[in-house]
């Protein structure tokens, strides 16, 4: 499994982005639409512990602990993911909230 996660460059801003989704989808085992429904809200401290809030099959809704290094690769992924090189915003406005 460290090889799957860690595979993606993360000298790149896809890579550092693909790397927050394979932690969250390996280490935390969230679906691809599980994944694709998250929100940049979503990510958030619950009793300590760095969750995310996520809507499950059947649309049942909970919030999660995640592992320490899928919060730190979505850490490290958050300011990257809207400013590109020159401070221009890099994701459409349509998509601006979702984590991924």
Known sequence: ??????????GM?????DR???AVGLQVGFRR???????V????????FDSLKVVRKGGKKGSLAIHPQAAQRIRDYLPK?????RGI???????????F
């Open 1 to 10: 499994m460290a090889l799957s996660v860690d595979k993606p460059d993360p």
């Open 13 to 17: 801003l896809l890579g550092v982005r």
């Open 33 to 39: 639409t599980e994944i694709a429904g998250l929100q």
């Open 89 to 99: 915003l890099t994701i459409r406005r349509h998509f601006r909230d979702y984590l």
């Open 41 to 48: 809200g979503d990510f958030h401290m619950n009793r300590g």
């Open 20 to 22: 927050a989704m394979l």
């Open 81 to 85: 993911r809207v400013l590109n090189s």
